[in-house]
């Protein structure tokens, strides 16, 4: 449970966060390139100016999430 969690610019690339609740965390500038964030509850989470490259977000819960100027490329949803 890393709910409210502060992670900004943590490095988690290719990190298997697969249903792992990241409700309100703050990852803001985190590098999650790659990561497995399947069926994750990102609600409220700020990943602002977050790398998302490559990740995986199907089934992930991303109401209320801030993805302003996240990097989505290649980004699965």
Known sequence: ??????????????????????????????????????????RNADLTNANLRDANLIGAILRGVNLSDANLNGTIF
């Open 1 to 42: 449970d890393l709910s409210g969690a502060n992670l900004i610019r943590t490095n988690l690339i290719g990190a298997d966060l697969e249903g792992v609740n990241l409700s309100g965390a703050i990852l803001i500038g985190a590098n999650l390139w790659g990561a497995d964030l399947r069926d994750a509850n990102l």
